[in-house]
């Protein structure tokens, strides 16, 4: 065994430098490969963040809520302006309909008022306010009226009023 061993020792050291290097270059791998794993782990992570960042950064998205919330806006608008049309074109109607009635009124009360017999037109006219055909004026002032039939005013035919200003004057210092 001494020539056995004295073969083997000198090979000792390099065997065991061997072994050292072997084992030295086993852990090198070894972080070489866990470091490369950690790698391939972040940059799973960042193409999951990106896949979801994406869809929030996306021209095409960001185009398409544009034009959504265009078209909801433009609807809004639309709508309220519908609103505002309706409400003007009713109070048109509506005070169109009171002046229509007003004019309806002052007519028939002038036609009233046209008859000679003051007693006809007082009856006439609260035939007027008490059948409810007179209703934009205060029917109490007109019943008091009627209820003094002498003092009503006459209308003649209205045909002969003056058509010029010449005519009103003259007509004018007649009551003078």
Do not use: C, H
Not at 40 to 48: N, P, R
């Amino acid at each position: 065994m001494d020539k056995d061993t004295a073969l083997i020792s000198p090979l000792v050291p390099k065997i065991s430098n061997t072994i050292d290097e072997i084992s030295l270059k086993d852990k090198e791998l070894n972080f070489k490969e866990r470091e490369l794993a950690l790698k391939e782990q972040e940059t799973k992570a960042k193409i999951e963040l990106e896949k979801r960042g994406v869809w929030f950064s996306s021209p095409l998205l960001i185009g398409l809520a544009s034009a959504l919330f265009g078209l909801i806006g433009t609807g809004v608008g639309a709508v309220l302006q519908g609103y505002s049309n309706f409400n003007l074109e009713r109070q048109k109607f509506e005070s169109t309909f009171q002046l229509e009635r007003q004019k309806l009124e002052f007519t028939l009360i002038q036609k009233a008022l046209e008859v000679r017999d003051r007693k006809e037109a007082a009856k006439q006219l609260l035939f007027l306010v008490d059948s409810g055909i007179i209703q934009s004026l205060d029917s109490e002032k007109i019943r008091k009226l009627a209820a003094k039939p002498d003092q009503l005013p006459k209308f003649s035919d209205f045909s002969r009023l003056p058509a010029t200003e010449e005519e009103a004057r003259s007509l004018l210092k007649q009551f003078k």
